[in-house]
């Protein structure tokens, strides 16, 4: 049941929070904003106690700036475990993932899962290198759906009064579409996901195009779950 009232005024991440608009634009998978947005929850040890807050790009990619804040602001302890969760506008690119991966190797107690709203440039081959480099060092790296997106509305937006279910509801068709593409870049396939953009209408228009690669290493339930594939039959 929705609540009457917005985040409490006693919330301590109230003035962390961002504006539902902000949101809105931010991480429509529709939309090719270019500016990023990271919203992040941070827990050490064994506490219930999560830090959240959110970050942009400046004159360098939001990724960066959290590094060079997190580094500078935190005193590690190696017996002490670090868990982070990130919620992206944008996919890691290859310079990003580099970067990622330095940060953790030099910090072995951190941990570090990803979710991302849509792939940032997925064509380009060193920025999918980068991803699969992302993934293989250990960091979890996954599409954001429904739950993830009702979860940074409650947690991260200062929704208005009567709205904490009332998240955007982004076509999850777009979610399947852009899962089925990272599942081609963690299988190192080729790109079977094109997006298109109309100036004119401001339309963003997508391409799928499989070949026989896709149809033989790509889970069968990945395929099937964009409701836009038909699996081929094979007549014995």
Known sequence: MASDKGP????????????????EVFFDPRELRKE???LYEIKWGTSHRIWRNS????????????IEKFTSERHFCPSVSCSITWFLSWSP????????????????SVTLVIYVSRLFW???QQNRQGLRDLI???????????????????????YPPGEEDHWPRYPVVW???YALELHCII?????CLKILRRCQNQLTLFRLTLQNCHYQMIPPHILLATGLIQLPVTWR
């Open 55 to 66: 970050g942009r790009n400046t004159a360098n990619h939001v990724e960066l700036n959290f």
């Open 175 to 177: 979610m399947k579409l």
């Open 8 to 23: 409490s005024a006693g919330d301590a991440t109230l003035r962390r929070r961002i504006e539902p608009r902000e949101f």
């Open 36 to 38: 990023a947005c990271l």
């Open 93 to 108: 690119c290859w310079e990003c993932s580099k970067a990622i991966r330095g940060f953790l190797s030099q910090h072995p």
């Open 136 to 158: 293989n060092s250990g960091v979890t790296v996954q599409i954001m759906r429904v739950p993830e997106y009702d979860h940074c509305w409650r947690n991260f937006v200062n």
């Open 187 to 191: 299988l190192s396939l080729p790109p």
């Open 122 to 124: 997925h064509l380009d």
